[in-house]
């Protein structure tokens, strides 16, 4: 699975890479920068590979965001540290730059996250409201209640 997903980073990494310039060396030392630029390129696609695989793994991040913390970032992110990127909320599509460290927990915006936790508060509240009130009743009165859960739950969604 994680090959996979390595394979079909590298793919689309290779896919817009730029070509390598292969050139006879004029000197000793050009080989020696030949070689170098050579380095240079293998660590850029592998940290590209990296990134391809953290956009594909978190599909809520903008794709070609990962970046250091800019004086805008370091405005909104009260403790911007290491790489940002944007995410996009994943209600209201809003963009909002997060620590990349934190991408794996972040997925709304401020104001939308207030939302989910709301209705997902309702949600566990109204379960165990149900649950209490299971407890005694007739196998019929418990499809009923678990009906009405279900048509809660259903308009939260929608
Ligand atoms: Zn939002």
Partial sequence: MAKNKTNE????????????????????????????ALKDKKAQIKQAVKDQEFYTKYTWVVPGSIRSPSANDFNVLTHAHGKVCD??????????????????????????????????DKVKRAEKAAEKRA??????????????????????AA
């Fill in 9 to 36: 980073a590298i793919k689309i990494v290779t896919a817009a890479t730029m070509t390598t310039e292969v050139r006879e060396p004029a000197s000793a030392q050009d080989v020696q920068a030949m070689l170098t």
């Fill in 87 to 120: 995410i996009s909320c994943q209600q209201c599509g809003t963009v909002r730059p997060v620590n990349k460290q934190d991408v794996f927990q972040v997925k709304y915006c401020k104001e939308c996250r207030a939302t989910v936790t709301k209705a997902e």
């Fill in 135 to 156: 407890a005694g009743m007739t196998p019929e009165a418990i499809k009923a209640k678990m009906a009405e859960l279900e048509a809660e739950l259903a308009s939260l």
